[in-house]
């Protein structure tokens, strides 16, 4: 057979790849930055505030809540408007409205601002999942996804370090505590991609100038012989699709644990011994590190062989198992992150798979309308998640009965999946 670096159609992609998927990894980067931050201003805020983990856990959690509610409509705008004007409308906002996250002074300002950082970046990730189905067939979607969501992984890796070096060296500058300059120095990358969005992406094939005729053509032709396998069904059948809740209820599970390591995992690590802010950001970095390289092989492996269903559950399991060793060793630094970083790489593994399977079986509107509606129904687990660890944590005084509500979440994820999920 020859290498795949020689057929045309293999370069024309990687052409492609090299044009948007570093940008829209920056993008990501960006976003999951100003989403979890709040788990690294935890450590200053609460003692600032006043603020109990429960309410912690709540506002970390109300994210999701405008994200819900904004989800789906955000995502049929896009269709309308243009995948240009539509992210870059998202990234500018929410930059904006999470750098005034500094002027958080009360439980209730805390709750509004969070709420309204969920609702600005509705849409920016399912718009993103739609985005790669307008260049990619399904069969090397899996590693564009990976590549994306490794900026993931890349925001733990630099938000550790820059979180912990912003809150330690800026504390006290022109009155401001380090948790505040932290939310007002991070949301301005945000508001600059956004605007640099309008001028560098394109809306899709027939749009990018940068694409001769032929090659539009080509990439034309790819995603219309990968359209005939998927279904166009109304957007009234989607709501009421099995398949498509089915879906939502396997995300929910995976997302559970995937914040519950965002929100909760420079907490771990200071559990394990370690007490500087600065170090504590060096070494959430680690697990991350692990985790971008493992999801970019196992996505590379599922497209590779075609099976979706073991992989997924195969890396939940090992992000399960990763939590119970971690909290079960949380005393020692060394075992809990080594078990933090297969936890991290299983955990985040699990999405680029999974997308796989609804990206492959919707097309048209009912894509843009159920990769939203799953996406926004299991991002709910990212209010359901560190609301519980947080109030689990005040009952109890400690966080190991509420990570293990979160590895149970990913055993049944790993269960439903293969037992229900068919192949597509």
């Given at each position: 057979?020859?290498?795949?670096?020689?057929?045309?159609?293999?370069?024309?992609?990687?052409?492609?790849?090299?044009?948007?998927?570093?940008?829209?990894?920056?993008?990501?980067?960006?976003?999951?930055?100003?989403?979890?931050?709040?788990?690294?201003?935890?450590?200053?805020?609460?003692?600032?505030?006043?603020?109990?983990?429960?309410?912690?856990?709540?506002?970390?959690?109300?994210?999701?809540?405008?994200?819900?509610?904004?989800?789906?409509?955000?995502?049929?705008?896009?269709?309308?408007?243009?995948?240009?004007?539509?992210i870059a409308r998202i990234m500018i906002s929410w930059g904006v409205i999470s750098s005034a996250m500094m002027f958080t002074n009360s439980v209730a300002s805390f709750y509004v601002l969070r709420f309204l950082l969920g609702a600005a970046e509705a849409g920016f990730f399912p718009g993103i999942i739609l985005y790669l189905t307008y260049w990619y067939p399904a069969h090397r979607r899996a590693r564009m996804v990976a590549l994306f969501m490794s900026g993931v992984a890349v925001a733990g890796v630099v938000g550790g370090p820059l979180s912990g070096w912003i809150m330690k060296t800026f504390?006290?500058?022109?009155?401001?505590?380090?948790?505040?300059?932290?939310?007002?120095?991070?949301?301005?990358?945000?508001?600059?991609?956004?605007?640099?969005?309008l001028f560098y992406l394109d809306d899709g094939i027939r749009s990018a100038r940068w694409l001769g005729e032929d090659d539009k053509r080509q990439?034309?032709?790819?995603?219309?012989?990968?359209?005939?396998?998927?279904?166009?069904?109304?957007?009234?059948?989607?709501?009421?699709?099995?398949?498509?809740?089915?879906?939502a209820l396997v995300y929910f599970l995976f997302v559970m644990g995937l914040y519950g390591v965002s929100f909760w995992l420079p907490q771990l690590v200071k559990n394990s011994g370690v007490d500087d802010v600065l170090t504590i950001g060096l070494l959430t970095?680690?697990?991350?590190?692990?985790?971008?390289?493992?999801?970019?092989?196992?996505?590379?492996?599922?497209?590779r062989s075609g099976e979706r269903r073991w992989h997924a559950a195969a890396a939940a399991l090992a992000g399960a198992l990763g939590l119970i060793v971690a909290t079960v060793y949380s005393d020692n630094t060394v075992i809990a992150m080594a078990a933090l970083s297969?936890?991290?790489?299983?955990?985040?593994?699990?999405?680029?798979?999974?997308?796989?399977?609804?990206?492959?079986?919707?097309?048209?509107?009912?894509?843009a309308a159920g990769i939203a509606l799953i996406n926004s129904v299991g991002n709910l687990a990212g209010f359901v998640s560190p609301y519980l660890v947080g109030a689990i944590k005040d009952a109890t005084h400690s966080t190991a009965n509420g990570i293990y509500l979160l590895a149970a979440s990913l055993v049944a994820g790993a269960v439903l999946v293969v037992a229900a999920v068919r192949r597509s």
């Open positions: 057979m020859r290498p795949a670096s020689n057929d045309p159609l293999d370069r024309l992609y990687r052409r492609v790849s090299w044009r948007l998927m570093p940008f829209l990894f920056l993008c990501y980067v960006a976003a999951y930055l100003d989403r979890v931050n709040v788990g690294f201003a935890k450590l200053q805020m609460l003692a600032d505030l006043r603020f109990s983990d429960t309410v912690y856990g709540i506002g970390a959690g109300i994210f999701f809540v405008g994200y819900f509610l904004f989800e789906v409509p955000s995502n049929l705008l896009m269709t309308r408007t243009g995948a240009r004007i539509w504390a006290g500058q022109h009155g401001l505590s380090g948790w505040q300059w932290l939310f007002l120095l991070e949301g301005v990358p945000s508001m600059l991609i956004g605007v640099w969005t990439l034309e032709q790819a995603i219309a012989e990968d359209g005939k396998q998927q279904r166009h069904m109304p957007l009234a059948q989607v709501f009421s699709n099995g398949k498509v809740w089915l879906l970095a680690i697990p991350y590190v692990v985790a971008a390289v493992v999801m970019v092989l196992a996505a590379r492996h599922s497209d297969v936890a991290t790489a299983g955990i985040l593994s699990t999405f680029p798979i999974f997308w796989s399977l609804p990206t492959a079986m919707l097309g048209g509107a009912a894509a």
